[in-house]
C-alpha cells in the first residue's frame, strides 16, 4: 500500500470540514470539541499510547473520527464514547467510508462519559485489559479521568491530550505550585507522566490553550492494596486539605484528623496539604482508624 492511500485512510483538515459541512455539524465550546486534523498527530498519539492490534480501547469524545480511524489502523477494538447524538451516529459512517474492513471492531456508545459504567460499556467494561486514549473535551478531563479510574477497574493506563495546565496539574509533585487535589488522586490509582505537547494549529478550530499529552499506568495492586471505602475517605482528607489551601493540616483537618492520629502517622500537623504525597495521606487515614478502634 502506498503513502497516500496510507494517508487517505485517516482524516485531514480538509476532510474534517467537509464531514462537518455534510452533517451539519458545527463545534461547540460547551462541550469542548475541538477536533484533530492532522494524520501525523493522530498516529504519534497512537504510537505513544503503546497499543496493540487486539487491544480493548475506551475513546472518550471521538469527535468526527480522527483518533479512532487511527487506532482502527493499529488493529485495537474501539469502544467510543461519543455525548453528542449527532456525532455518535455519523462516526460509523465515518469508519465504514474510509476503513470498512474496521467496522466490525467499533462500537459506539452515546452517552456522557461521567455516566459511564463497565455495565454499559459492552466489551470495553468486560475486558481484563483497558485502555484509555482520548482527546478529552477540556472542560470535564480531570472529572472524566478520575470517574473512569474509580469504575473501571480494569482500566490498566491511558493516554490523553489535555490542556497543558490540567497536564501540569495532573502530572505535579509535592511542593510544586500546581500540585493539589487532582495530582492527589491520580496518584492514587497509578503513575502520571507527561508525553510530549501538542499545537494548536493539529485543531479545528484551534483552541486558545495549549495541549499536552498525560501517561498513565494503573498501580498492579492498586494502592497499597486498599479498597473503595478507603479512597472516599482518603479523598475525603484531600479534599479537606486543599479546601483551605493556606492552612496547617491541623487546622485543616480539625475534626477529621486527632492529634493522636497525627503521631500515631508520624506527620507534623503543623504541614501544608501540598507538601503531602499521597502515601502520606493514607497512612494519615489509617491512623485515623487505628486510634479510634
Not at 480493548?56 to 471521538?62: K, T
Not at 490523553?160 to 495532573?170: G, I, Y
Not at 478550530?205 to 495492586?221: G, H, I, Q, T
Amino acid at each position: 500500500m502506498n503513502t497516500k492511500t496510507e494517508n487517505d485512510r485517516l482524516l485531514g483538515a480538509a476532510d474534517i470540514r467537509r464531514i462537518a459541512d455534510q452533517a451539519g455539524i458545527h463545534p461547540t465550546k460547551r462541550l469542548g470539541q475541538n477536533f484533530v486534523i492532522d494524520p501525523g498527530t493522530v498516529r504519534r498519539i497512537v504510537r505513544l499510547a503503546e497499543v496493540k492490534p487486539g487491544q480493548s480501547v475506551l475513546e472518550v469524545g471521538p469527535g468526527l473520527g480522527s483518533l479512532t480511524l487511527g487506532l482502527l489502523e493499529a488493529g485495537c477494538l474501539v469502544t467510543a464514547d461519543e455525548i453528542d447524538s449527532g456525532l455518535a451516529r455519523r462516526l460509523p459512517q465515518t469508519v465504514s467510508q474510509r476503513m470498512p474492513e474496521a467496522l466490525d471492531r467499533l462500537t459506539v456508545i452515546n452517552r456522557d462519559a461521567l455516566t459511564l459504567t463497565p455495565q454499559l460499556a459492552g466489551d470495553a467494561g468486560r475486558t481484563d485489559d483497558l485502555t484509555l486514549v482520548a482527546n478529552l473535551p477540556y472542560n470535564v478531563a480531570t472529572p472524566i479521568i478520575l470517574t473512569l479510574l474509580a469504575r473501571f477497574a480494569n482500566l490498566n493506563r491511558f493516554l490523553v491530550m489535555v490542556q497543558k495546565e490540567v497536564a501540569d496539574r495532573l502530572t505535579a509533585g509535592p511542593g510544586s505550585k500546581v500540585y493539589g487535589t487532582p495530582s492527589l488522586k491520580l496518584a492514587w490509582y497509578g503513575r502520571a507522566t507527561q508525553a510530549g505537547r501538542i499545537g494548536r494549529h493539529v485543531f479545528w478550530p484551534a483552541p486558545n490553550v495549549d495541549s499536552a499529552l498525560v501517561c498513565f499506568v494503573r498501580n498492579e495492586e492498586g494502592h497499597i492494596g486498599e479498597d473503595e471505602r478507603t479512597r472516599i475517605r482518603v479523598f475525603a482528607l484531600i479534599d479537606a486539605a486543599f479546601g483551605q489551601r493556606r492552612k496547617t493540616l491541623h487546622a485543616a483537618l480539625k475534626g477529621l484528623v486527632s492529634p493522636e492520629a497525627f503521631k500515631v502517622a508520624g506527620i507534623d500537623p503543623s504541614r501544608r496539604g501540598e507538601t503531602m504525597t499521597i502515601a502520606e495521606f493514607a497512612a494519615l487515614e489509617r491512623a485515623g482508624r487505628e486510634v479510634a478502634a
